[in-house]
């Protein structure tokens, strides 16, 4: 049976539902995030003599426009879950360094023409990806495997002591359709 041949499951006990294709020959997602505003971008480390260099974020590539004003990281336990949590105007650039994690996105925003839309991207050392979210877009972040997941984030503008532009809600929330946990 070759490449290109395909077999009907007319045979078949059941059929079930047919996989959809989801990357290239070149291992590339082909799906673009379904919310408006956020892009993604996998990246290819790059083999060295003595390990693996990773790009994380470069203005060239085309993102976003916005200026990288504070760059925090974050480390999650195994099986750890954030909760959601939104900004009005800042603007998150999340990348997993180490471990695995799942990046959960819903669309919040009521102009938006992908209001209510849900997305969800695995990432990180062995995948390795930077997703970026806009204003009003709510996300959380689950640790996936048996190690410490390190998360960076790569903000527009970076965060006020005094007033907090984060607003959040439980992992289980109802009004959100998706549970973190």
Same mark, same amino acid.
């Not at 395909?6 to 499951?9: C, D, L, M, Q, V």
């Not at 903000?155 to 006020?160: E, H, M, N, R």
């Given at each position: 049976m070759g490449n290109n041949d395909? /077999?009907?499951?007319q045979d078949w006990m059941t059929a079930g539902t047919p996989d959809r294709q989801t990357v290239t020959h070149d291992w590339l997602a082909v799906d673009p995030p379904a919310i408006d505003?956020?892009?993604?971008?996998?990246i290819r480390p790059v083999a060295t003599s003595n390990g693996y260099l990773t790009e994380i974020f470069r203005a060239e590539w085309g993102l976003d426009s916005l200026a990288v004003d504070q760059v925090f990281q974050r480390t999650m336990y195994p099986g750890a879950v954030t909760g959601w949590h939104? @900004?009005?105007? *800042?603007?998150? /650039? $999340?990348?997993?360094?180490?471990?695995?994690?799942? =990046?959960?996105?819903?669309?919040? /925003?009521?102009?938006?023409?992908?209001?209510?839309?849900?997305? @969800?991207? =695995?990432?990180?050392?062995?995948?390795?990806? =930077?997703? =970026?979210?806009?204003? !009003?877009?709510? @996300? !959380?972040?689950?640790?996936?495997g048996?190690?410490?997941?390190?998360? +960076?984030? $790569?903000?527009?503008?970076?965060?006020?002591?005094?007033?907090?532009? @984060?607003? /959040? +809600?439980?992992?289980? *929330?109802d009004q959100i359709p998706y549970k973190l946990v």
């Open positions: 395909r /077999r009907e499951p505003g956020v892009t993604f971008k996998e939104a @900004h009005a105007v *800042t603007q998150d /650039r $999340l990348f997993c360094s180490l471990g695995s994690v799942r =990046i959960s996105l819903f669309d919040g /925003r009521k102009t938006s023409p992908t209001f209510g839309a849900l997305w @969800h991207k =695995i990432v990180g050392a062995v995948r390795p990806a =930077i997703v =970026i979210i806009p204003p !009003g877009v709510w @996300h !959380g972040v689950a640790s996936l048996p190690e410490t997941a390190l998360v +960076l984030n $790569l903000v527009d503008k970076a965060y006020s002591f005094e007033s907090p532009d @984060h607003w /959040r +809600l439980p992992p289980d *929330t």
